[in-house]
């Protein structure tokens, strides 16, 4: 299976990354190829004689030349060239930009409402750990106190005093 790429992923993409599609364009599809060598020419990178090389055996490949090849596919995208469909990337992206503003601003949110739920969780556990600490304390120290032996309650004291101190971490 040979894989794709977007414009997005080819524009945004590294020079030795759009090199490496040439070099290994058996495994991208016909358009992914087209757009790597399209954005080397608008980057205006050195084509050295090897990735030339590469290019005419995709041409031959395809039984076209590269031009051939270009054209056809900006045309298919309603487009004359690759400046243009170039340019159609970054109107796209104007329009998702609000759209990524709109969910970080949500996701802010999201974090912001998680973060006073925890706080909340976090003062609770801190009250009812301190309780269970103290009222099972209190039972330990008053049946020792007594004499007569009675109820040790180190279950209370230490599940009180757990609770207790993970809250305070969380606080």
């Given at each position: ?6 414009l ?14 040439l070099?290994s364009w ?5 358009e ?9 020419k608008?980057r205006?990178?050195?084509i050295n004689?090897?990735?030339e ?29 690759y400046q243009e ?8 992206s ?11 601003k949500l ?18 556990d801190?009250?009812?750990?301190g309780?269970?600490f103290v009222?099972g304390?209190?039972?330990?120290l008053v049946?020792?106190?007594s ?10 004291v230490?599940f009180?005093?757990?609770q207790?101190f ?6």
């Amino acid at each position: 299976m040979k894989t794709a790429k977007t414009l997005a992923q080819i524009s945004s993409s590294k020079g030795f990354q759009l090199s490496e599609i040439l070099v290994s364009w058996q495994y991208y599809t016909e358009e992914t190829v087209i757009l790597a060598y399209s954005e080397i020419k608008r980057r205006g990178i050195q084509i050295n004689e090897e990735i030339e090389k590469l290019i005419t055996a995709f041409s031959e490949a395809q039984g076209k030349t590269i031009s051939q090849l270009e054209t056809e596919l900006f045309e298919s995208k309603n487009v004359a060239n690759y400046q243009e469909y170039y340019k159609s990337l970054s109107a796209f992206s104007e329009t998702s930009n609000d759209d990524l503003k709109r969910l970080e601003k949500l996701r802010r949110d999201q974090m912001f409402q998680r973060e006073v739920v925890e706080k909340k969780q976090a003062n609770k556990d801190v009250l009812y750990g301190g309780l269970w600490f103290v009222g099972g304390l209190a039972v330990t120290l008053v049946s020792l106190g007594s004499g007569k032996g009675g109820p040790i309650a180190y279950g209370a004291v230490i599940f009180g005093g757990i609770q207790f101190f993970r809250g305070l971490m969380k606080s």
